[in-house]
Nanobody, 128 residues
């Protein structure tokens, strides 16, 4: 049974930082691209960042570029999202997801429909 479990969310002031973690089990982690998405109240889920199987390439939404960093540790079956210079508009539930078993080495999709497995999410709240 595949499980993706996010942690690290919380309440932080604007300008602060959070590090989200997503621990994966039940799948060949290093064979999957990984992504982070978020959903704010009343809004649709949106892409945040993704990373290739090896971690050698990353993709970011324009809204977080330069502030957020996605990384992964395949030995620990874990993907991270380091969030710096947080803004109130970053407030959302953050989800990690796994995509594309057997995909090409540079595969790091933006579209949620390309992801096969999803976590339950962790809440990040940024106060002004």
């Amino acid at each position: 049974q595949v499980q993706l479990v996010e942690s690290g969310g919380g309440l932080v002031q604007a300008g602060g930082s959070l590090r989200l973690s997503c621990a994966a089990s039940g799948l060949a982690f290093s064979a999957y691209a990984m992504g982070w998405f978020r959903q704010a109240p009343g809004k649709e889920r949106e892409f945040v960042a993704s990373i290739t199987r090896s971690g050698g390439s990353t993709v970011y939404a324009d809204s977080v570029k330069g502030r957020f960093t996605i990384s992964r540790d395949n030995a620990k079956n874990t993907v991270y999202l380091h969030m710096n210079s947080l803004k109130p508009e970053d407030t959302a539930v953050y989800y990690c997801a796994a995509a594309g078993f057997g995909g090409s080495s540079n595969y790091a999709p933006r579209r949620g429909t390309e992801y096969n497995y999803w976590g339950q999410g962790t809440q990040a709240t940024v106060s002004s």
